[in-house]
Structures are given as structure tokens and as C-alpha cells.
């Protein structure tokens, strides 16, 4: 089993900065993916950005060169800088795992924090 929590979110102004922590907690030697997906007012999950175990990152086109996802070696934490914030970023943004033990794939996610962009 594993165990995540986001902290981080908030109220910012645009073109301000955020910086989002997911704690995993648990199992966390079997974790071989993690990332940060995001839901917007009204619409459908997104991906943000992932990193996999071989750290190999992803991001949506959306948030290139002003997000930036990084783990500690231990891979117990998680965490998305966020800069230059549009109003557009406004969102739920969850943490997502997935463990990998023999042939079994599980997903784990956060309760998710809120981020607001606005003047």
C-alpha cells in the first residue's frame, strides 16, 4: 500500500510562483512512475508532467519551460515548481503513483491541492 499527500497550493497572483510537494508514504521502494496531473474548473483530467523510474520526463505542452517536476533519490517525495502562473493553470492538481510488485501494476493518488491564479 502507499500513501500520498500534496501540500503547496494556494492563491497566486499571475506570473507568480508555486511550488507543489507530494509526500509518498508506504511501499515506496516499488514506485516506477510518478507524476502530477491536473483537473481544471469544469473539464477533464490533465497531465502536467511525469517522471519515470528511469528519469525520463514528460511535460504538456501547456506548462513547458515553466514547470519543472523533480524527486528526491529516495523517491518518497515529489514535487512540481511552477512558474510564470497563467490564470489557465487554475486547477486541482493531484499525485499520482504507480508500484510495480512481480506482474502487478497498482495507482495510487493524492487527495489534491488547489491552485488559483488570479489578480
Known amino acids: 500500500q502507499l500513501q500520498l499527500e500534496e501540500s503547496g497550493g494556494g492563491l497566486v497572483q499571475p506570473g507568480g510562483s508555486l511550488k507543489l510537494t507530494c509526500a509518498a508514504s508506504?511501499?515506496?521502494?516499488?514506485?516506477?512512475?510518478m507524476g502530477w496531473y491536473r483537473r481544471p474548473p469544469g473539464e477533464q483530467l490533465q497531465l502536467v508532467a511525469d517522471?519515470?523510474?528511469?528519469?525520463?520526463?514528460n511535460y504538456a505542452d501547456s506548462v513547458k519551460g515553466r514547470f519543472t517536476i523533480s524527486r528526491d533519490n529516495a523517491k518518497t517525495m515529489l514535487f512540481l515548481q511552477m512558474s510564470g502562473l497563467k490564470p489557465d493553470d487554475t486547477a486541482v492538481y493531484y499525485c499520482?503513483?504507480?508500484?510495480?510488485?512481480?506482474?502487478?501494476?497498482?495507482?495510487?493518488w493524492g487527495q489534491g491541492t488547489q491552485v488559483t491564479v488570479s489578480s
Open positions: 508506504g511501499n515506496t521502494g516499488s514506485i516506477i512512475y
Open positions: 517522471i519515470t523510474s528511469a528519469e525520463i520526463t
Open positions: 499520482k503513483t504507480t508500484t510495480k510488485v512481480a506482474t502487478t501494476l497498482r495507482h495510487y
